[in-house]
């Protein structure tokens, strides 16, 4: 089967950092994508991951452990802008559709 | 990346009526396009995949006589949702991959509600 988890609420304050977690089991492994989505719009793409390690992107970062199944999103000095839900996607095949995790909504505080 | 264009953004429909949604691929050829599902506060559910000139392969709980793919061309992908119903009503999402075949990009989403 297929199962990826992430939590479903975090809340933090502006200029902080925040650490979203990401858990995946999948029958195969083609890479993992982090995307934010405001309410009422289409996802957009953050970040994308195929090999173990740290992928960096101006604020944002997301690193892979495909021994683990764990990814993180890691966001620093957190902007208001910043609230939104972030969905975790895993692509168990070249060609095929990706599987999402049902999102973290994160709230930003001033 | 993809440009993929949806339309409509937004429809109100009757209990009883059908409604189609039309998503595009401006910019590349796209042979498989998915649709995806999404309700309120929930995350994007795959719904089917649509290939261009055979049958759309759909996901398990998804009545493919009630939303109907057709894929005739390699740019686009219509999704009509039959005879509707309020529990219908939802976000309605379709995503092409991209030329490494792994990152998706999406249309802009139809808000669906059925009254």
């Known amino acids: 089967g297929q199962n990826i988890d992430q939590p479903t609420e975090m809340t933090a304050t502006e200029g902080a950092i925040v650490q979203i977690n990401c858990t995946y089991q999948?029958?195969?492994?083609?890479?993992l994508f982090w995307y934010q989505q405001h309410a009422g719009e289409a996802p957009t793409f953050l970040s994308y991951?195929?090999?173990?390690g740290l992928e960096e992107k101006g604020r944002f970062s997301s690193f892979l452990s495909r021994s683990k199944g764990y990814s993180y999103l890691l966001l620093k000095e957190l902007q208001m802008k910043d609230s939104a839900s972030y969905l975790c996607a895993v692509s168990g095949q070249a060609g095929t559709a990706l599987i999402f995790g049902k999102g973290t909504t994160l709230s930003v505080s001033s | 990346g993809a440009v993929v264009s949806q339309h409509p953004s937004w429809v109100i429909c009757k209990s009883g009526t059908s409604v189609k949604i039309e998503c595009r691929s401006l910019?590349?050829?796209?042979?498989?396009m998915f649709w995806y599902r999404q309700f309120p506060k929930q995350s994007l559910m795959l719904m089917a995949t649509?290939?261009?000139?055979?049958?759309?392969?759909?996901e398990q709980g998804v009545e493919k006589d009630k939303f109907l793919i057709n894929h005739a061309s390699l740019t686009l992908s219509t999704l009509t949702v039959t005879s509707a119903h309020p529990e219908d009503s939802s976000f309605y999402i379709c995503?092409?991959?991209?030329?490494?075949?792994?990152?998706?990009?999406f249309g802009q989403g139809t808000r669906l509600t059925v009254v």
């Open positions: 649509s290939n261009e000139g055979s049958k759309a392969t759909y």
């Open positions: 910019d590349f050829q796209a042979t498989t």
């Open positions: 991951n195929v090999l173990d």
């Open positions: 999948t029958s195969g492994f083609n890479g």
């Open positions: 995503s092409v991959l991209g030329h490494r075949n792994t990152e998706a990009f």
